[in-house]
């Protein structure tokens, strides 16, 4: 009978002795301030699918405004005007990642002028419609149905028969609402 120089055991490589088949758990303590503002920070710039530098753009900005307005509502203000987020919010798109790629393709025109930008800041009085030569698109044949059933924001209006909208307000944090402390990011980007 001949032996094998490697013996055989029920742990994975690299796995501790003592604890063959079981992992460690990890500490479960408070979560800091930090982590908290961090998650918060990353909820909010994965919700307008920015990169880190754009969004780290926008705070700095906000926070260089200090004392003239509500930082919050300046910095809501300027993630919902990008046109990509109109375009979600006006219902062309079915989410924000696909208005920021119908936005890049070149499908709107605002005020007339065809616009690939999706950080483009859209101001009152703006006209966004949809290019005539992209109406025939397979992408917008259930398009009119769905407009028709779209919760547009107050600060928006939408035509669905000519296939435009109009932007008639400035949007604040009551109508966009966000779903995270606004304190938080701002005290993550001030340290």
Do not use: C
């Not at 490589?13 to 918060?40: C, F, H, I, N, W």
């Not at 119908?102 to 999706?118: E, Q, R």
């Amino acid at each position: 009978m001949i032996e094998t120089p490697v013996k055989k055991t029920p742990q994975r490589p690299g796995q501790d002795m003592m604890a063959p088949v079981q992992r460690r758990k990890k500490r479960q303590g408070a979560t800091s301030e930090y982590k908290k503002s961090l998650q918060e920070k990353q909820t909010l710039k994965r919700l307008y699918g920015m990169t880190e530098r754009q969004f780290k753009r926008y705070v700095k900005e906000t926070l260089e405004k200090v004392g003239t307005e509500n930082m919050s509502d300046s910095l809501i203000r300027r993630l919902e005007k990008r046109l990509d987020n109109v375009v979600f919010r006006l219902a062309f798109a079915k989410s924000r990642p696909h208005a920021r790629q119908l936005v890049s393709h070149a499908y709107f025109l605002v005020n007339g002028k065809s616009v690939n930008i999706a950080s483009f800041q859209v101001q009152k009085g703006d006209v966004i419609s949809l290019k005539d030569t992209k109406k025939k698109k397979t992408l917008f044949n259930d398009l009119s149905e769905r407009l028709k059933k779209a919760q547009v924001s107050s600060w928006l209006t939408l035509d669905a028969g000519k296939l435009e909208g109009k932007v008639v307000g400035e949007p604040n944090m009551a109508t966009a609402t966000p779903p995270v402390e606004m304190s938080l990011i701002f005290e993550f980007y001030s340290r």
